[in-house]
């Protein structure tokens, strides 16, 4: 159903919204009532290009504008989100569903990098030699790469591209977002907060759409480089195509992260966490767990004290402090259903059934209550494939070498944690796992913005993490200067290779 108030979407293009041309739209729906609250241009070739020019035209400005000036701008930005981000929460939770406490908990994230990005004249700072030959000095310096392009998932509409974005402006580049078509309004919200913040038209482009912006982005020859997060097929696609191309890419995939409970646990604790990180935005994060390794001959309790929590949720509209909401379309929520039927098809004791749950919520919103299984098996789909929804899986092995093994086994490498008051086994696990981010006892280790996030293996295609040092590398080219004055002995012509003396 289409809401009376459903709004026409633009793009945001040289500091104002510029309405779409291309004729093609889709619609923006309200996880939580099914409604339709807005349509969204999706760009054309044409509309991507002038995206892309009006980008580039910033650049130069930009890149000379001094570090200081480009900083206030930022501190400018910093105060106006702490100001405002209770407005930027219920955005994200009316168009991607999450609980407010949740969307606002994501804001925060982002805000830690847009504050990291404040340091970036300390964190821009190159280096000096004097005298590395006789009367000749060496420096090196980072400058900004051009127009860099950011394509984000639906899953965070507002953290991932400032996982990015704070970043590459303050190191002097322009932006084009390229936002996830179901969650688009946040990146709108964010860009009307730059030009609050006094930051210079076309330094950040906002342009919607799907596989054809992308592909303009991915091709384009003034974008100079790609950072992207989404579902591993897309991520592989846009590495190999933007490489292809000539870019530097940064393409974060996705994961299936495993939590390994070892017998000295203490299991309430594992039990609270292993719920909060498995049903926490209805299990659609990147870094939720998925599948819980039971170790030993816990399993059993373990089981029993994650059900009776995980039936203790109150699941419903985002807005009514509910601890659960929907999830992001009707399509999600049949997929992730239908998983549990393939689940327990194949065999999974469904301990808790989220599909027979009751939801606080008026309209007919896109709801799965949370789902605990049982005596998974690593053959079953619940188990092989991202599931990206509120289902918890419990993989039992006798051994922590087994645990290993199955984590290690596994094509993703995104997160992963350990359970245990064995600081010794602990210490094992996260020299042995191959996996990028570990959490000790922490069931979602998000790193803090001053070091970088990314994964391992089909998590993550490129070298480079995103934010922290790694981020400020990736935005930023090297360039080495030797230098020589005040040589009165001129040394006259001479073909040989330079050497030092
Ligand atoms: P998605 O891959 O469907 O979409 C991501 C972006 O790519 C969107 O902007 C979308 O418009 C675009 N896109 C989709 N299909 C495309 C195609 N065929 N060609 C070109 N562009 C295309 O991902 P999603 O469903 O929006 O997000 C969920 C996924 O993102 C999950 O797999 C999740 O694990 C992953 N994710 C990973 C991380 C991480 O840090 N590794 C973080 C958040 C989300």
């Not at 000036?69 to 219920?90: D, K, P, S, V, Y």
């Not at 749950?357 to 494939?385: E, K």
């Not at 400020?472 to 040989?496: C, E, I, N, Q, Y």
Request: proline share 5%.
């Amino acid at each position: 159903m289409t809401s009376t108030l459903a709004k026409t979407l633009t793009h945001w293009v040289a500091g104002r919204p510029a309405e779409g041309t291309s004729g093609r739209t889709s619609e923006v729906t309200d996880p939580a009532t099914g409604e339709v609250t807005a349509h969204l241009p999706l760009a054309s070739d044409a509309e991507a290009a002038a995206a892309v020019a009006a980008a580039k035209a910033a650049f130069p400005a930009w890149r000379d504008t001094s570090l200081s000036r480009r900083t206030q701008i930022l501190f400018r930005f910093r105060e106006l989100l702490n100001a405002r981000a209770g407005e930027l929460a219920e955005l994200i939770t009316a168009e991607h569903g999450k609980v407010l406490s949740d969307a606002a908990g994501e804001v925060a994230r982002g805000q830690e990098v847009v504050e990291f990005a404040c340091g970036m004249p300390h964190l821009l700072k190159g280096s000096a030699t004097e005298n590395a030959s006789t009367g000749v000095d060496v420096h090196s310096v980072r400058q900004p790469l051009g127009v860099v392009g950011i394509i984000s998932p639906f899953n965070f509409p507002a953290m991932v591209p400032m996982w990015f974005f704070p970043v590459a402006i303050a190191a002097g580049n322009t932006v084009v977002l390229k936002p996830s078509e179901k969650v688009p309004s946040a990146a709108l919200w964010l860009a009307e907060l730059w030009r609050e913040a006094g930051l210079p038209d076309g330094v950040f482009t906002v342009l919607h759409g799907d596989k054809v912006a992308v592909d303009h982005l991915l091709t384009s020859p003034d974008v100079k480089s790609i950072s992207f997060v989404g579902s591993t097929p897309v991520a592989r696609y846009v590495y190999e195509t933007g490489t292809a191309h000539g870019k530097r890419v940064q393409a974060l995939g996705g994961a299936k992260n495993h939590m390994v409970v070892l017998p000295d646990a203490d299991l309430d604790l594992a039990a609270d966490q292993a719920v909060n990180a498995g049903f926490g935005s209805a299990g659609e994060r990147c870094m939720a767990i998925s599948a819980l390794v039971a170790v030993g001959d816990i399993a059993d309790t373990l089981v029993e004290k994650i059900a009776e929590r995980a039936r203790a949720l109150r699941t419903g509209d985002g807005r009514r402090s509910c601890d659960m909401g929907p999830l992001v379309t009707k399509a999600a929520r049949d997929r992730v259903s239908g998983y549990v039927d393939a689940g327990e098809r194949e065999g999974a004791t469904v301990v808790v059934d989220g599909r027979t749950a009751s939801f606080d919520a008026d309209g007919s919103g896109f709801f799965l209550g949370p789902t605990l299984l049982d005596h998974v098996g690593t053959g079953m789909s619940v188990y092989t494939d991202e599931i990206f929804g509120p289902v918890l899986s419990v993989v039992r092995v006798d051994s922590y070498e087994a645990a290993v093994d199955l984590v290690n086994a596994n094509p993703y490498g995104n997160g992963t944690a350990i359970f245990t008051n064995d600081g010794g086994a602990a210490r094992r696990f996260q020299n042995e796992v191959e996996v990028g981010m570990i959490g000790v006892n922490v069931p979602v280790p998000v790193p803090m913005a001053y070091y970088s996030f990314g994964g391992w293996k089909s998590s993550l295609f490129g070298d480079t993490h995103a934010h922290g040092t790694e981020g400020v590398h990736f935005f930023t080219r090297g360039k080495v200067v030797t230098t020589r004055w005040l040589d009165p002995s001129h040394a006259g012509v001479d073909l040989g290779f330079p050497t030092n003396g």
